[in-house]
């Protein structure tokens, strides 16, 4: 089965802490994203990475940044977090054509304090 | 702006009648469709698929139906049964691009018994 790992199932952090959410995936996807739950708001498109050392911003990037030096890794940074960063985040990866849309982490759900 | 809405944020309905979760869209460039059902604490797993090409594709008790002309798709469960209980997130992709997918906002659905 294809498998995306989340490091961490809850963290709660400070305001104003450097925050690394990590993200493996075991079935040589290309394509990485990361995205971000609200109530009320759905899942939102944070960034996405469609090979190694690439990036594009997604519909909320503001506040994020990622890295993918490798593959199968793709990191998700806060710089500064912020209360308002509290959330579950979603990693997901897919391979380069639509069959089967994204496979899916079990989520980091943050705590900004 | 919303690209693709899900109205109703939650339906109730009783096991072994049927569900039916709608999902409306406004970009005519969509041409591939997904439902995803999450459970809490945990990450969305895909459900069912359908492309453009199409009006209809079956799953067992799933079933997506698409609209093109009203970009209108819905999602029915027929019986519904308690483990359905989740919500459900409809998502569509453009027929061109790194297959980034657009989510809805989500309808929590509860199947009571």
């Known amino acids: 089965d294809v498998k995306v790992t989340q490091s961490s199932r809850y963290l709660v952090k400070r305001t104003g802490e450097k925050v690394f959410l990590e993200c493996v995936q075991d079935?040589?996807?290309?394509?990485m994203f990361w995205y971000r739950q609200d109530p009320g708001l759905g899942l939102r498109l944070i960034y996405f990475?469609?090979?190694?050392?690439?990036?594009e911003k997604g519909d909320i990037p503001e506040g994020y940044s990622v890295s993918r030096e490798k593959k199968e890794r793709f990191s998700l940074i806060l710089e500064s977090a912020s209360t308002n960063q509290t959330s579950m985040y979603l990693c997901?990866?897919?391979?380069?054509?639509?069959?089967?849309?994204?496979?899916f982490g079990s989520g980091t759900r943050l705590t900004v304090v | 702006d919303q690209q693709v809405k899900q109205n109703s944020p939650s339906l109730s309905v009783q096991e072994g009648r049927i569900s039916i979760l709608n999902c409306d869209y406004t970009?005519?460039?969509?041409?591939?469709f997904l439902w995803y059902k999450k459970y809490p604490a945990e990450g969305p797993t895909f459900l069912i698929s359908?492309?453009?090409?199409?009006d209809k594709n079956e799953d067992g008790r799933f079933t997506v139906f698409l609209n093109k002309s009203a970009k209108h798709l819905s999602l029915h469960i027929v019986p519904s049964q308690p483990g359905d209980s989740a919500v459900y997130f409809c998502?569509?992709?453009?027929?061109?691009?790194?297959?980034?997918?657009?989510f809805g906002t989500g309808t929590r659905l509860k199947v009571l018994a």
């Open positions: 997901a990866s897919s391979l380069s054509s639509r069959v089967g849309g994204y496979t």
């Open positions: 079935m040589d996807h290309e394509n």
């Open positions: 990475s469609y090979d190694v050392k690439m990036k």
């Open positions: 970009n005519s460039m969509f041409d591939y």
């Open positions: 359908i492309s453009s090409i199409k």
């Open positions: 998502a569509a992709s453009p027929s061109s691009g790194t297959y980034k997918y657009i």
